[in-house]
């Protein structure tokens, strides 16, 4: 192969030509990383609820829904947009949900990023938090006000959890509107009847006891009790609230205002994952077990609880018809909130150059016509307002509608935000922590340390 | 004699080369100097992420975990290939197309392809728990891939069977070069077949092993693909490698300066360790 | 020595077992495909209603068609550079003596161990600051970069193969350089470049990092790409799965089945010589 001669004279050498290459490297890249390039958005573009519908146009809409299930809805509702409006064409992008958010981070910072959005999470969490912190986000007052979508939404105060304001340090939960929420949701725990039955659970448990030992009958029959997914973090937002006494005690915590994650109810919480995989109600290998998979085991049969969000609620209906549901996990007071809410909004780009056709869009999504025409798909609630009298796909959504009209209205308990809107690095770090936790090699305890002292260091850098 | 249009033929892929590879290294190198998000200004840290990396647990971690899938991915189908080549290869064999083209088939696939069935086969319903059951061993089964203690080992059980095929076909074939009067000599001495195999089989591969050596090194860091397809580094951070955790803060945390120090690190030690082992087969 | 009939026998049994752990795995999966989609699969079974529908249903549900043109139009240009630029470069560095050859050839050579993932920061910036990102020469240019480390390598182990009279006696006669490159050493590299065609295809086509960072996320789509995608939109439909999976690698194992003697004459003569 290679001789050895002159080999240190050749390493010499090769030294001095990376060493020129770097030099020559660095010179080009010169200033600062990133500095020069990006930032900021395409000029003020006017306001407007009409565009000019004469002229082809085409806009990027991305989301993570993939092209089945509630990515193919999706695809019938930017042709129904369509054919709305035949000058304008609409070119997706979608890939599978888990690696969707991975995929938009650094293309939304770029110079041709997609005109409209999904975004997984709000609030403080990886991807929305980030976005407006840079300034990648258009505002949206002018055109809610133009559109009056608070009216689509039952109050401006509804949509709050899309507001961030700049400049009292990034808070969020006031300031300028940022997105416009698909879903309204509520973490229940959906059932399977004909699993109930044959582990002699007569009867929808109304106290945590019943709940308990309606998992223990299922166990003495071999029956799983609850498919668990590897992220956790629905389960333990559905505790941690049904422990509680109150929304705010929680929400003041994600929201960052005050509280802490090692509240008692939170680690009891924690303490109740913890004991139910040790107890066995849980589906063996609960850690590896990812969230698609979850879904497609319950929906097989495969365990008689799944505690996740109402959007499984159209799955329920055609999978189960009657012979499933969804229930509220008990709680210890009638004050106690539930998690979900509304989430996953739709964004538009600062740098969109079809602002007005983008806003058009939205507005169309949110429109009584498409939410209705959503619910009936079996798109779970959305986060618009479903007219009355819509017919839902089933009885489990139904269900969902009416608990979330109640929990939402005046008198009722509220909800709460998912738990990794709480921090940018919660969306991986909390399911990570949690998987140790669950499997006993960290005790409660000191999993809601760690997670606070995080949540303590992300405010300290919010604020600075 | 000199023949100086050898530069000529030289420049066409030396500048593709130098704009995807050179360049990328020298600007890596400089971005790992920074604190930066891809998104907002830069802020100058020097060595500090250097300083981060090598105090991080998590990257202690990773580094663990990469070197347990450098014995999977390399050691193991190495010592695999010789055993089977001391057994089978001495004389020449029958049908030996055949036997190559199965053993070499998994080279062929996509990782992802690699990664998508054998997700399956370690399910928890899938078919080696199913085969375990069915040999009443059923108390052995479990979510391989989703469980804290077998997930990395279940990992370098799959790199195994990537690489042992690999492995076999080059040493295979390479035995066929070595000369029978070694053999002879050996036999005449009085040597067994294992001292023949240490004394005659497995000098005579040496230039093969040392390229196996190095084909497998760097496959067993640059596994992204198969393990992102499989567990993402989960479960907790069991199966987080050197390449999934440069990944994962370029990509996820948009830690871009962080990621880069860490990639610098990473390039330095896989270029170290393939000099060295390549300066060991020269040295002869 | 003598093999004894029993130690033969042995030989072929321990070769079966070897490669009947390597084929097994796949054949287990890939009979699932030959299900209906969505059938429930619970270990090893034998499709109990032969049909090809999880093919049709994967092809569309996956986008394939896409993936196989994008994918297939990057990977032979890709091809095209490297086989070229491997030739040119190789050719220089395995025959002729010239300033900086011996730096230049383990600057290539240091590309060959070096893992993308070290790379793909930068490679991303630089190529997002030139608005490559999810478009062809995105994913074109560095994987073409990245395979030309060994290709170059290959190609110069060949022409330093090559008996050095062979070249001079050209010479002599006053044949150019790019004469006795194309008329005379390269018929004789048949083998060679084949093998490295062969591989540069199926590094391209199998590739997943460069598109996953490169391609515009669902911009442009190649077929590992397009698989993994598809296993996170239907992680337990095993007969779509797998029948995905068969789409993903049937061109290249059948190329690899067509082509394997020729192939394997060329890769063990420049690995194992």
Known sequence: MLTRTGRHSNFKRAALASATGLAVAIALAACAPGSGSSGGSSGSQPVTTKFDTSKPVTITVDDGWGTTGTGATFANVIKRFEKKYPNVTIKRLTTDYNSYANSINLKVASNDPPDVLMLETAGYGQGFYNFVKAGDLLPLDAYAKAYNWDARFGGSAKLDVFKVD??????????????????????????????????????????FDQFESSLAAAKSKGIVGIEESSTYIHTEMALWDSFSTSAASVNNWIYGASGSFSAPANVKAAKTIQDWQTAGYFEPGASGESDSDAASAFFAGKSMYYIEGSWNSGSADTTFGANGGVFQLPSVSPQSPVGGGRSTPLVISAKSKHQAVDAAFLNYFVSAENTDYLFTQGWGVPGALVSSGTQATGPTSQTVLDDITKINSASGPGTTPFLDWASPTFGTALPAALQSMASGKTTPQSFTGTIQSSWIDFQKQRKS | MRQPEGLLYVLPPL??????????????????????????QAKFVGLGNYIDALTDPTVASAAFHSIVLVAFYSAIPICIGLVLTGIIARHPLRLMGMWRVFLFLPQVLSVVVVGVAWQWLLQSDGPLNELLRLIGLGDL????????????????????????????????????????????????????????????????????????????????????????????????NQTQVASTLIYTRAFVLEELGAASALAVILGIIVLAISAAISRLSSDS | MRMSPAHAAIRYVFLAVVSALTIVPLLVVGITAFNAPGTPIAGVEFPRHFTLSAFASAWNAGNFASAFTSGGLVTIVVVVIVTAGSISAGYAFGTMRFRGSRVLFYVFLAGIVVPYVVLVVPIYLEFQSFNLLGTFWGLILPESGLYLAFGVFWMQAFFASLPTSLIEAARIDGASSLRILLQILLPLGRPAVTTLVMLTFLSSWNEYLVPLVMGGGGGIQTVSLGLASFQGQHLTDVPSLAAASIIVAGPAVLIYVLTQRSFFSGLLQGAVK
Request: include cysteine.
């Open chain 1, 166 to 207: 700049k400049s009292k340090g990034d808070l969020w939960g006031s300031g300028a509107l940022y997105g416009l929420p698909e879903q309204t949701s509520m973490i229940g725990v959906f059932y399977n009847k004909k699993l109930m039955d044959k582990a002699g659970v007569t009867s929808i448990p109304t106290t």
């Open chain 2, 15 to 40: 500048a593709l080369f130098t704009l995807v590879i050179l360049v990328p290294i020298g600007y890596g190198v400089w971005i790992s100097l920074w604190n930066w998000d891809g998104v907002s």
């Open chain 2, 141 to 236: 089964t479990r979510v391989w891939l989703g469980d804290f203690t077998w997930a990395l080992p279940s990992e370098g059980a799959i790199g195994t069977w990537l690489m042992s095929g690999l492995c076999m076909v080059l040493f295979l074939s390479g035995a066929q070069h070595i000369d029978t009067e070694l053999y002879d000599a050996a036999a005449i001495d009085g040597a067994g077949a294992i001292r023949e195999f240490f004394t005659v089989t497995v000098p005579g591969l040496r230039r093969v092993i040392v390229v196996a050596a190095i084909l497998t090194f760097a496959v067993s860091l640059n596994n992204f693909a198969l393990i992102w397809v499989t567990t993402q580094g989960g479960p907790g």
